[in-house]
DNA sequence: AATTTCAAGTAACGACTGTTAGTTATATAT
DNA sequence: ATATATAACTAACAGTCGTTACTTGAAATT
């Protein structure tokens, strides 16, 4: 049993490192060595804890993607407006990133890394996400709360584009805190920049 | 004469060919071998066209910045309000991509694989850009046109990450064609999925 | 005190990397 | 016909890649 938990620890040490190193220079061009190196151990001696550099990426990819379905779960269960829900969905999508900016990093970069079958596996989550989201956008333009003017995959494309990359330049330690964060986003999206008249 | 433009001419080809797998496979894990198999050429037979590998991705993301500059320099001129202003940058902007959906991929996430001093040229050159835009969402602000409760890095920086990952998404057989789609995403970023009341 | 587990080590493998040196066949220009 | 330029070739280099096999010292468990 201790041995489990202690063996767990010291490979999530592994992973995070790895997590680091793979958002800095890329998945393909971090090498083991280096990751080695940033952990003050040699390369060989990874291979005690983690099976191999692709299972690093998975473990990354595919608990973070089971961090974004819990949080829009969640998001669906409940009964509110399309704005609303979108809002929600918007505001959890940020959350779940902040809790871990690193692997969420990884997450939306590395993933075209994985080998098939995981990487198609990978892509169908992906696709089911961002369909659920364009549900709650096509209740809103139903309901009359959106413009039916917008192009559905373009509006989609747009929410994910600007949640992806939130990763990429938000400082953590910056004024704005991500409930904050989400907060303005979503306003940003649902309200535009202009003045309501 | 004749010789400077067949070899630009060859090595314009190759240039474009390595766009592509740039951009399926990312830079890093690009091979030289795998370029030049696409070419049906050996790998050493690169080298009668290009320096290295990186003077090819200098070559792409380079060209693609002075595109989006002289884009943004020509909507600057312009003597019209902010939300114009604006307007026309996100179109410009997604019409230089359109031109070149490919490099434009590349550009965005494979610049990173350039070395010093390019990669620091790189970041300069996109923080000017950047900070351009920043300027007439401010204008904007001033002049009243935009709301002042938005903090601006957090706009500029929606902005950018939905422009940028256009390339990844969009189709050029699609419905919609880039002016269409450059109208469409400056009325969602200025106005919002919201029907004004 | 003896045994097991953990986290590291050394050495090495076969494959692949970007790149070079030098050569050759073909098409064009003189 | 001769010279030149183009675009390819073969062979090979030094280095790096992920990974395996086997070993070792220290800590924890029995």
Avoid at 68 to 75: D, N, P, T
Wanted: charged share 25%.
């Amino acid at each position: 049993m201790s041995e489990a938990i202690s063996n767990l620890s010291r490979k999530e040490q592994v992973i995070r490192k790895a997590a680091e190193l793979f958002k800095e220079k890329g998945y393909a061009a971090a090498s083991m060595r280096d990751l080695a190196h940033l952990l003050g151990i040699e390369a060989a001696s990874l291979y005690s804890h983690i099976k191999s550099k692709e299972e690093i990426l998975r473990s990354l990819c595919f608990d973070m993607a089971a961090e974004f379905q819990k949080s829009l779960a969640e998001v669906e269960s409940k009964d509110v407006t399309a704005s609303e829900k979108l809002r929600n969905g918007i505001i959890g999508h940020i959350q779940v990133m902040a809790k871990d900016l690193t692997a969420s990093a990884v997450f939306m970069n590395e993933h075209r890394h994985l080998s098939q079958p995981y990487l198609r596996d990978f892509l169908l989550m992906r696709i089911n996400y961002i369909n659920r989201f364009k549900s709650i956008i096509e209740q809103g333009v139903k309901s009359g709360e959106f413009k039916d003017s917008i192009d559905k995959k373009l509006a989609v494309m747009t929410l994910f584009s600007s949640l992806n990359w939130m990763p990429m330049w938000y400082d953590p330690g910056s004024a704005i805190d991500p409930l904050q964060l989400g907060f303005q986003l979503a306003d940003m999206l649902v309200n535009g920049l202009k003045k309501n008249a």
